[in-house]
């Protein structure tokens, strides 16, 4: 399986901060990265998919970045909305997937 | 409107099975591959299994190997997970959700409220 290792595990960021959320897969999973926003007793909800792709009626202000191994995701001016936890999912080749850590935004 | 939502969680002891099913609503349903993904509480996101359109192929992952099966129903428009030999440690949320295919991307981007599977004597 591929592993995917993100960072950090948590943060605290004030309203209007940029944040930068990273996911480094095991081996190189092309552009196969997702990047999802979950809220606490929430299903996920799919931000960014490709690795850059903005899911329709996501905010402009996230956006993602990456190939390979490496992928970001920022959040370039941080909202009130946006404190919730983030997961990073890769979904190359054998249709095993996995997901990251996760990435708890709290307010500072 | 599309919709999906999952039911048949509850509490079930240690080494039982339990059939999950997921309703859904609002799309063609056998146009789509389905995943289901579960929580355990106070933890991350678990990919579980995923299903082709026609059920011709399924994938499950290492932890729920021979003791989970994913299936459909196209007729019904309803996604299952049957679940035997659960361990307490199977204790989640789980959510169906809705894959998008393309190209160079593999995504969910529909999912149900998930459903809670208790496992404890």
């Known amino acids: 399986d591929i592993q995917m290792t993100q960072s950090p595990s948590s943060l605290s960021a004030s309203v209007g901060d940029r944040v930068t959320i990273t996911c480094r897969a095991g081996?190189?999973?092309?552009?196969?990265l997702n990047w999802y926003q979950q809220k606490p007793g929430k299903a996920p909800n799919l931000l960014i998919y490709?690795?850059?792709s903005l899911q329709s009626g996501v905010p402009s202000r996230f956006s993602g970045s990456g190939s390979g191994t490496d992928f970001t995701l920022t959040i370039s001016s941080l909202q009130p909305e946006d404190f919730a936890s983030y997961y990073c999912q890769q979904t190359f080749g054998s249709r095993t997937w996995t997901f990251g850590q996760g990435t708890k935004v709290e307010i500072k | 409107e599309v919709h999906l939502g999952e039911s048949g969680g509850g509490l079930v002891q240690p080494g039982g099975s339990r059939r999950l099913s997921c309703a859904t609503s609002?799309?063609?349903?056998?146009?789509?591959?389905m995943s289901w993904v579960r929580q355990a509480p106070g933890t991350g996101l678990e990919w579980v299994a995923n299903?082709?359109?026609?059920?011709?192929?399924?994938y499950h992952a290492d932890s729920v190997q021979g003791r989970f099966t994913i299936s459909r129903d196209n007729a019904k428009n309803e996604l299952y997970l049957q679940m035997d030999g659960l361990r307490v440690e199977d204790t989640a949320v789980y959510y169906c959700a809705r894959i998008v295919t393309a190209v160079t991307t593999w995504h969910c981007d529909l999912w149900g409220r998930g459903t809670l599977v208790t496992v404890s004597s």
């Open positions: 609002g799309f063609t349903f056998s146009s789509y591959w």
């Open positions: 081996q190189s999973i092309g552009i196969y």
């Open positions: 299903i082709k359109k026609d059920g011709s192929e399924k």
């Open positions: 490709g690795a850059s």
